[in-house]
Nanobody, 125 residues
Framework: QVQLVESGGGLVQAGGSLRLSCAVSERSGRTFSIFTMGWFRQAPGKEREFVALIDWRGNRTDYVDSVKGRFTISRDNAKSTAYLQMNSLKPEDTADYYC???????????????WGRGTQVTVSS
């Protein structure tokens, strides 16, 4: 079984920064390094949307247009942890943020097999 635990969410003023972390633990024998890691978010009353992904080697990243230039996804395979550095935050970034792991580097939620429970990010104006 693969477990993902997000941390780092909170309340921040517009223009501020937060760094989300996603710690991955596995009992199945699979290693963190084979997974594509992704971040998704869901704002109140809205559907979940893709935010960013990074492939298993860290060579490929992808972002939704609304966060390009502001958010950076990264990973540390030695620590089995993925990160989302969020800068220049805007009120419209307010959402629950979820990390996910899966075998494919595709920006669609159905390709991710494992999900965390989420961490809340609130950006005040």
């Amino acid at each position: 079984q693969v477990q993902l635990v997000e941390s780092g969410g909170g309340l921040v003023q517009a223009g501020g920064s937060l760094r989300l972390s996603c710690a991955v633990s596995e009992r199945s024998g699979r290693t963190f390094s084979i997974f594509t890691m992704g971040w998704f978010r869901q704002a109140p009353g809205k559907e979940r949307e893709f935010v960013a992904l990074i492939d298993w080697r860290g060579n490929r990243t992808d972002y939704v247009d609304s966060v390009k230039g502001r958010f950076t996804i990264s990973r540390d395979n030695a620590k089995s942890t993925a990160y989302l550095q969020m800068n220049s935050l805007k009120p419209e970034d307010t959402a629950d943020y979820y990390c996910a792991a899966g075998p494919l580097a595709a920006a669609v939620s159905r390709t991710f097999n494992f999900w965390g429970r989420g961490t809340q990010v609130t950006v005040s104006s």
